[in-house]
């Protein structure tokens, strides 16, 4: 459980640098997640963590008329 939520605060600050980064293009918490998730699984030292980049075409938020994972995290968390 502590891992879970370890990785939602990783998660969700990682994605407020991208925005930050790529304003231009509107991305996607769940898109980051799983590309996170992805990315520190093939990890063999925290060391390497700063080599993420990942591409930006990959991340971009689709249309859709639910709320996003961000807006329900943060729902949750209030």
């Known amino acids: 459980m502590y891992g879970a939520i370890l990785l939602l605060i ?8 991208l925005r930050k980064s790529f304003r231009r293009y509107q991305l996607s918490i769940e898109k980051i997640a799983h590309d996170l ?6 990890l063999i030292s925290l060391h ?3 080599d993420y980049n990942p591409d930006t075409r990959h991340l971009q938020m689709d249309k ?3 709320k996003s994972l961000h ?3 943060v729902r949750c968390l209030s």
């Not at 990783?10 to 640098?17: G, Q």
């Open 10 to 17: 990783l998660t969700m600050k990682t994605a407020s640098l």
């Open 37 to 42: 998730a992805a990315f520190i699984m093939t």
């Open 48 to 50: 390497r963590f700063a």
């Open 64 to 66: 859709r008329s639910r």
């Open 71 to 73: 807006q329900t995290a």
